[in-house]
Nanobody, 124 residues
Framework: QVQLVESGGGLVQAGGSLRLSCAGSGRTFNNYILGWFRQAPGKEREFVAGISRSGGNTYYADSVKGRFTISRDNAKNTVDLQMNSLESEDAAVYYC?????????????????WGQGTQVTVSS
């Protein structure tokens, strides 16, 4: 079992920045691929960014490439998402996830563990 707790959401103006953090506990953190997903009202949960077990490989949705950066610290059991140049379309509840799969997968339904989510609101 892995427990994930997100923090760092809030209200930001368009063009601004936020940094989300996810703290993990339970089973060995570096056994899992980690990622961030988001879900806006009336929409399905969508992939945002992912990072391999070692942190050596990162993956991004096309909509956030060049603006968001994912990182992890296995010693601290944390995974962060730095979000820059935020747009109104980025507003959503952001979820931290952990996946035990061998290879990276973008489908939220296949991931094993989730945090409770943190709200990101972008004002124009």
């Amino acid at each position: 079992q892995v427990q994930l707790v997100e923090s760092g959401g809030g209200l930001v103006q368009a063009g601004g920045s936020l940094r989300l953090s996810c703290a993990g506990s339970g089973r060995t953190f570096n056994n899992y691929i980690l990622g961030w997903f988001r879900q806006a009202p009336g929409k399905e949960r969508e992939f945002v960014a992912g990072i391999s077990r070692s942190g050596g490989n990162t993956y991004y949705a096309d909509s956030v490439k060049g603006r968001f950066t994912i990182s992890r610290d296995n010693a601290k059991n944390t995974v962060d998402l730095q979000m820059n140049s935020l747009e109104s379309e980025d507003a959503a509840v952001y979820y931290c996830g952990a996946d035990s799969a061998v290879i990276f997968r973008k489908m939220a339904a296949t991931w094993d563990y989730w945090g409770q989510g943190t709200q990101v609101t972008v004002s124009s």
